[in-house]
């Protein structure tokens, strides 16, 4: 799945994931491929990104939002 992770300033991360994990208003939930449609708030707290390879990246964020549509999913953050 395509993975855009942006803030106001600047992008934080583009590219391919296998699963993100976020901190969800209601709760910390994961996205893998197919997930189904989703629009959801985000509050403080760490974004995690699998890579196809494995690596794993975090990101710090103090609130944002998540849209995840045929594979692609765009989080904007703070």
Known sequence: ???EIITPEKKLFGGEAT???VPGTMGSFQILNNHAPIVSTLEKGIITVRKPEGEELSFDITSGLIECKKNKI???VE
């Open 74 to 76: 765009v989080i904007l």
């Open 1 to 3: 799945m395509i993975v």
């Open 19 to 21: 699963m993100i994990r």
